[in-house]
């Protein structure tokens, strides 16, 4: 089972609509979660922290549900600028280390 | 926000040969380094962590005397792809953190690498 899992979609909306997609971690020892935007052959780039009580930055909104070992995000009036790949990203600590684990991505298509 | 800089940004080399790719933190120090590869439309696959002045901790199937990775300051990473080959032909690119584990990562531009 690989560590972080996200729904590839893509998801084709429409400009204004709201999508939401989820990504689930499989290691409980998981410290801290973030999620990113990568544009197409471009390098990622921090879209939001998630923090367990959920936040919201914007039309982006995001949650974590430590039990059910899961994160969510929540695009709110999709603009055409939305278009992207978005990452979920796990920081699980090691024995004497953190690592990063990435999700595949989760593709959205804003049309006009 | 942090800047990672990463060095070159693209490269052709020929087959057998070696490149050589730099990761540096520009304002921050940065404890720990990850090099990651991406083929097109697939994700990033994390190769090696690196912490400064120790050796890099290499993922399941990747290997250390191809990718050869020295974190010798806490300001740059270099992975050094020996003999490439054309499948090695991919998009590389770096991250860098400083205090785990809240940080985020900051990410390098990338290195598109096209063996011939």
């Known amino acids: 089972r690989k560590e972080v899992e996200q729904d590839p979609g893509p998801f084709n909306v429409p400009e204004g609509a709201t999508v939401a997609f989820n990504c689930t971690y499989s290691?409980?020892?998981?410290?801290?979660f973030f999620w990113y935007r990568q544009d197409c052959r471009k390098e990622p780039k921090l879209l939001m922290s998630?923090?367990?009580s959920g936040n919201e930055d914007g039309r982006f909104t995001a949650q974590l549900n430590r039990a059910s070992q899961y994160i969510s995000l929540l695009i709110r009036d999709s603009k055409l600028s939305d278009s992207a790949t978005y990452l979920c990203?796990?920081?699980?600590?090691?024995?004497?280390?953190?690592?990063?684990?990435f999700g595949a991505g989760t593709t959205v298509t804003v049309r006009a | 926000g942090a800047v990672v800089s990463q060095h070159p940004s693209r490269v052709i080399c020929k087959s057998g040969t070696s490149v050589k790719i730099e990761c540096r933190s520009l304002?921050?120090?940065?404890?720990?380094m990850f090099w990651y590869r991406q083929f097109p439309k697939q994700s990033l696959m994390l190769m090696a962590t690196?912490?400064?002045?120790?050796?890099?901790?290499?993922e399941q199937g990747v290997e250390k005397d191809k990718f050869l990775i020295n974190h010798a300051s806490l300001t740059l990473s270099t992975l050094t792809v020996t003999s490439a080959h054309p499948e090695d032909s991919s998009f590389y690119i770096c991250?860098?953190?400083?205090?785990?584990?809240?940080?985020?990562?900051?990410f390098g531009q990338g290195t598109r690498l096209t063996v011939v």
């Open positions: 990203v796990v920081n699980i600590k090691g024995s004497n280390d953190y690592k990063l684990s």
């Open positions: 991250s860098a953190m400083d205090f785990p584990p809240n940080t985020e990562a900051f």
């Open positions: 290691n409980s020892a998981s410290q801290s």
């Open positions: 690196s912490n400064e002045g120790s050796k890099a901790t290499y």
């Open positions: 304002d921050f120090q940065a404890t720990t």
């Open positions: 998630v923090y367990s």
